[in-house]
């Protein structure tokens, strides 16, 4: 089983970026996933979740109104659309699929994990 995130990149602050995670090995449409972030010196967070269906998605307060996630489960891929970027939106992202299939923040009920893209944002 495999998350392979990419899509990120060097941008400036006001800028976008989408990230894309694409899964292999099994199929993850009746599980939630999620996008979390971990900067340099800093714990990883939680920044978006989004249920089996897509129906319903959650955000960090942080990013709430400018990232969008959603799923495509013909593909096996979550994608997160990253608008008005910030410097401190500088990390690098993973990817994760839930044990569950509702809206999931908390990171111990991710099984499986991406590698992580870097995302950086220059002032």
């Known amino acids: 089983v495999q998350l392979q995130a990419s899509g990120g990149g060097l941008v400036q602050t006001g800028g976008s970026l989408r990230l894309s995670c694409a899964a292999s090995?099994?199929?993850?449409?009746?599980?939630?996933l999620g996008w979390f972030r971990q900067a340099p010196g800093k714990e990883r967070e939680f920044v978006a979740s989004?249920?089996?269906?897509?129906?319903?998605?959650y955000y960090a307060d942080s990013v709430k109104g400018r990232f969008t996630i959603s799923r495509d489960n013909a593909k096996n891929t979550v994608y997160l659309q990253m608008n008005s970027l910030k410097p401190e939106d500088t990390a690098v992202y993973y990817c994760?699929?839930?044990?569950?299939?509702?809206?999931?923040?908390?990171?111990?009920?991710?099984?499986?994990w991406g590698q992580g893209t870097q995302v950086t944002v220059s002032s």
């Open positions: 994760a699929a839930a044990t569950l299939p509702s809206l999931v923040v908390g990171s111990h009920l991710y099984k499986y």
């Open positions: 090995g099994r199929t993850f449409s009746t599980n939630a």
């Open positions: 989004i249920n089996w269906t897509g129906s319903s998605t």
